[in-house]
């Protein structure tokens, strides 16, 4: 019960401000189409650097829990999912919306939000600890085996093609190479004035994950986007909640899977979502009313796609492997402020890793104050025109890339990173798998130095990184997620014709 | 789908790849080259795994079986181009030139209207465009300069 006692710093009145800022803007940026959770964390980071790491850390736990309820606001009232953890919310809560129920379906879609992410960040409170206190034993060579099962688990699982996803992982390990050697201080790879000192995370994150979202707004050309939203009639907020707590064996179902999904590295919200839904339309007595305006469709998705929350931050934490492409940038956002996730995390930086937690914990329940009060407000968010919030971000990712480190080479890799990730997306090319390869990278290489001094002083390399139960164990893991996403692959392609480029 | 339009598309799946190859042999030649190789080890690594990688996505492409990825259609790359001709004037030219507010405003406005659907003839259309640039401009002004005080470069303006 070690986390009762960091509730302190939690609430401050900054701490408090922040979290209260963090909420409303996530609920806002997570309801406006376009706009994913992945990409609102990246962009708030650079603020974050002004800000002690406790604050820092809050403001970004706040958003990344926020922006994924969020999303279920333009799920349910435009039947377009904030974020792919949406889309099975949209099923049933748009189809409620129709019916002249969309205060309902928000209200209900808010109270699961918060069901899912406080049984979400209790698993993550209880886990955590148990597992970094095994972790502790872990060496240069498990570490180097963590950093690359780190890298190959997202460039599987998250790629819709496992050779892209780890040629994606190895650009990014190569991108963290550029600028100067750690150890010796050597100059590797310096093709350009701009790339002198290396290409700093926080201008890879921004770059890889903003700019080609603002190019993907513009792809429409001048197009008068109308969107339809339905009017949202006033609801009681009792009547809801009563709603919602006898929708028991739904919550149940989405929280069970919430928590399996989020613990599985690189799996996500999209199929946590997805995943509940489904099962809970198997066991549900009104199944076939699904996808028609079944509250129990809303709960299942929702508290499935915020229990998975917690839980993706769990091999965050203690391995460092991030679970999702948010807890990814969450990674690079505890980096800059010199934060190392890992097996240490709880014994050198006990203070920040609790009080972020708790701020978590706190998070949810300003999330479902904010989010049943807001949800109107954020309906008329959600018709921003596409030019504006596309010009928006851009100016905003210039900024936030700036001001890191007041370097203008920043902003120009930033927008390097992100105009070629753009046309490498539109070839199968996925982001977070760079974006691990070069947050992960250094971590890697570290590693493997230090593990090659070690083995020369010993039995030799292949006698210290291929042999021992562990790093035995954490080679499996990476071989059996490639293979398990090859095997997948193949049963996928045998469904489609064999074409040259298709969607 | 016809056979030109198939090759057509196995062209284009090459291109991409074809480019990891090309920098996983340059990581491979700048790594293996070197008088000493202790601080490319690392590299030497990723570099190998590139070329494999990249071998294995170019067979598989010039075979037809990379079906992920819609492409870049003509229509498409016409669309965006001056969004993306609007990015790299706004960061290689009009922000250090002008100055990181007056820039970020002028390319702001740009792209915005470039892709407003409402007519561009309208007076209205335009009171609006400037209207929010300047509404916009001014919270970042805000933000960055009074609250979180970061230091931009200028140019002949602010």
């Given at each position: 019960?070690?986390?009762?006692?960091?509730?302190?710093?939690?609430?401050?009145?900054?701490?408090?401000?922040?979290?209260?800022?963090?909420?409303?803007?996530?609920?806002?940026?997570?309801?406006?189409?376009?706009?994913?959770?992945?990409?609102?964390?990246?962009?708030?980071?650079?603020?974050?650097?002004?800000?002690?790491?406790?604050?820092?850390?809050?403001?970004?736990?706040?958003?990344?829990?926020?922006?994924?309820?969020?999303?279920?606001?333009?799920?349910?009232?435009?039947?377009?999912?904030?974020?792919?953890?949406?889309?099975?919310?949209?099923?049933?809560?748009?189809?409620?919306?129709?019916?002249?129920?969309?205060?309902?379906?928000?209200?209900?879609?808010?109270?699961?939000?918060?069901?899912?992410?406080?049984?979400?960040?209790?698993?993550?409170?209880?886990?955590?600890?148990?597992?970094?206190?095994?972790?502790?034993?872990?060496?240069?060579?498990?570490?180097?085996?963590?950093a690359?099962?780190?890298v190959?688990?997202?460039?599987?699982?998250?790629?819709?093609?496992?050779?892209?996803?780890?040629?994606?992982g190895a650009v990014g390990l190569w991108i963290a190479m550029i600028g100067y050697d750690s150890i010796q201080g050597v100059e590797r790879f310096i093709f350009?004035?701009?790339l002198?000192g290396g290409v700093?995370i926080?201008?890879a994150?921004?770059?890889?994950?903003?700019?080609?979202?603002?190019?993907?707004?513009?792809?429409?050309?001048?197009?008068?986007?109308?969107?339809?939203?339905?009017?949202?009639?006033?609801?009681?907020?009792?009547?809801?909640?009563?709603?919602?707590?006898?929708?028991?064996?739904?919550?149940?179902?989405?929280?069970?899977?919430?928590?399996?999904?989020?613990?599985?590295?690189?799996?996500?919200?999209?199929?946590?979502?997805?995943?509940?839904?489904?099962?809970?339309?198997?066991?549900?007595?009104?199944?076939?009313?699904?996808?028609?305006?079944?509250?129990?469709?809303?709960?299942?998705?929702?508290?499935?796609?915020?229990?998975?929350?917690?839980?993706?931050?769990?091999?965050?934490?203690?391995?460092?492997?991030?679970?999702?492409?948010?807890?990814?940038?969450?990674?690079?956002?505890?980096?800059?402020?010199?934060?190392?996730?890992?097996?240490?995390?709880?014994?050198?930086?006990?203070?920040?890793?609790?009080?972020?937690?708790?701020?978590?914990?706190?998070?949810?329940?300003?999330?479902?104050?904010?989010?049943?009060?807001?949800?109107?407000?954020?309906?008329?968010?959600?018709?921003?025109?596409?030019?504006?919030?596309?010009?928006?971000?851009?100016?905003?990712?210039?900024?936030?890339?700036?001001?890191?480190?007041?370097?203008?080479?920043?902003?120009?890799?930033?927008?390097?990173?992100?105009?070629?990730?753009?046309?490498?997306?539109?070839?199968?090319?996925?982001?977070?798998?760079l974006?691990?390869g070069v947050i992960l990278g250094p971590i890697a290489e570290s590693?493997y130095v230090?593990?090659?001094?070690?083995?020369?002083?010993?039995?030799?390399?292949?006698?210290?990184?291929?042999?021992?139960?562990?790093?035995?164990?954490?080679?499996?893991?990476?071989?059996?997620?490639?293979?398990?996403?090859?095997?997948?692959?193949?049963?996928?392609?045998?469904?489609?014709?064999?074409?040259?480029?298709?969607? | 789908?016809?056979?030109?339009?198939?090759?057509?598309?196995?062209?284009?799946?090459?291109?991409?790849?074809?480019?990891?190859?090309?920098l996983g042999?340059w990581i491979a030649?700048a790594s293996?080259?070197v008088?000493?190789p202790q601080p490319y080890l690392f590299p030497q690594l990723i570099s190998?795994a590139m070329?494999?990688?990249?071998?294995?996505?170019?067979?598989?492409?010039?075979?037809?079986?990379?079906?992920?990825?819609?492409?870049?259609?003509?229509?498409?790359?016409?669309?965006?181009?001056?969004?993306?001709?609007?990015?790299?004037?706004?960061?290689?030219?009009?922000?250090?030139?002008?100055?990181?507010?007056?820039?970020?405003?002028?390319?702001?406005?740009?792209?915005?209207?470039?892709?407003?659907?409402?007519?561009?003839?309208?007076?209205?259309?335009?009171?609006?465009?400037?209207?929010?640039?300047?509404?916009?401009?001014?919270?970042?002004?805000?933000?960055?300069?009074?609250?979180?005080?970061?230091?931009?470069?200028?140019?002949?303006?602010?």
């Amino acid at each position: 019960m070690e986390f009762l006692q960091h509730f302190g710093p939690v609430f401050t009145l900054t701490s408090m401000a922040i979290l209260c800022g963090g909420t409303i803007g996530g609920l806002l940026l997570g309801a406006t189409p376009g706009l994913s959770p992945t990409m609102a964390v990246a962009l708030l980071i650079p603020f974050t650097f002004h800000m002690t790491p406790v604050h820092g850390l809050m403001l970004l736990g706040a958003a990344y829990t926020a922006t994924v309820a969020g999303g279920a606001i333009s799920a349910i009232l435009l039947k377009i999912p904030g974020a792919p953890a949406n889309i099975a919310t949209a099923l049933d809560g748009n189809a409620m919306a129709k019916k002249g129920e969309g205060a309902r379906a928000l209200q209900i879609c808010f109270i699961s939000s918060f069901i899912g992410g406080v049984i979400g960040i209790l698993v993550l409170i209880f886990l955590t600890p148990v597992l970094a206190q095994w972790a502790l034993g872990f060496g240069p060579s498990h570490m180097f085996w963590i950093a690359i099962l780190g890298v190959t688990i997202i460039g599987s699982l998250d790629s819709k093609s496992v050779v892209k996803g780890l040629l994606a992982g190895a650009v990014g390990l190569w991108i963290a190479m550029i600028g100067y050697d750690s150890i010796q201080g050597v100059e590797r790879f310096i093709f350009s004035e701009h790339l002198e000192g290396g290409v700093h995370i926080i201008a890879a994150l921004i770059g890889l994950f903003a700019i080609p979202q603002i190019i993907e707004m513009l792809e429409g050309g001048r197009i008068n986007r109308q969107y339809e939203i339905v009017k949202v009639q006033p609801h009681s907020i009792v009547a809801a909640f009563r709603e919602t707590l006898s929708k028991t064996r739904a919550a149940i179902i989405g929280s069970v899977v919430g928590v399996i999904v989020g613990l599985i590295p690189g799996a996500g919200g999209q199929i946590a979502g997805l995943v509940s839904y489904d099962q809970a339309r198997r066991f549900s007595p009104n199944g076939d009313k699904f996808g028609t305006g079944e509250s129990e469709g809303v709960v299942a998705a929702e508290t499935a796609n915020n229990a998975m929350v917690g839980p993706s931050l769990v091999p965050l934490l203690t391995l460092s492997v991030p679970g999702s492409p948010t807890a990814a940038v969450l990674l690079g956002g505890l980096l800059i402020h010199g934060i190392f996730p890992g097996p240490n995390l709880f014994e050198k930086h006990a203070d920040v890793a609790w009080a972020f937690i708790n701020s978590l914990l706190v998070g949810q329940f300003l999330m479902l104050v904010f989010g049943l009060y807001i949800a109107g407000l954020a309906a008329h968010v959600v018709r921003i025109p596409p030019p504006i919030l596309a010009s928006g971000i851009l100016v905003l990712s210039v900024f936030g890339a700036y001001s890191v480190q007041s370097s203008y080479s920043d902003v120009v890799v930033m927008l390097t990173l992100g105009l070629g990730m753009y046309f490498l997306s539109k070839y199968g090319f996925s982001p977070a798998p760079l974006v691990l390869g070069v947050i992960l990278g250094p971590i890697a290489e570290s590693n493997y130095v230090q593990g090659q001094i070690i083995a020369e002083a010993g039995d030799g390399m292949f006698a210290y990184f291929f042999t021992g139960a562990l790093n035995l164990f954490l080679i499996g893991l990476v071989v059996a997620s490639i293979v398990y996403s090859v095997i997948s692959e193949i049963r996928i392609r045998r469904l489609q014709p064999r074409v040259g480029v298709s969607s | 789908m016809s056979q030109q339009e198939q090759v057509a598309g196995r062209l284009q799946q090459s291109l991409p790849v074809l480019a990891t190859l090309a920098l996983g042999l340059w990581i491979a030649y700048a790594s293996f080259s070197v008088d000493d190789p202790q601080p490319y080890l690392f590299p030497q690594l990723i570099s190998v795994a590139m070329i494999l990688l990249s071998v294995s996505a170019l067979v598989r492409a010039i075979r037809g079986a990379n079906r992920t990825g819609v492409g870049i259609p003509l229509d498409l790359l016409l669309r965006i181009a001056p969004g993306i001709a609007v990015m790299l004037a706004y960061v290689l030219v009009l922000a250090p030139q002008l100055g990181f507010y007056t820039g970020s405003a002028v390319g702001f406005l740009t792209l915005y209207s470039l892709y407003d659907p409402k007519p561009h003839l309208s007076i209205r259309t335009w009171a609006m465009r400037i209207a929010v640039t300047v509404g916009f401009m001014l919270v970042i002004y805000l933000v960055f300069a009074l609250a979180l005080q970061v230091q931009t470069p200028r140019g002949l303006f602010l």
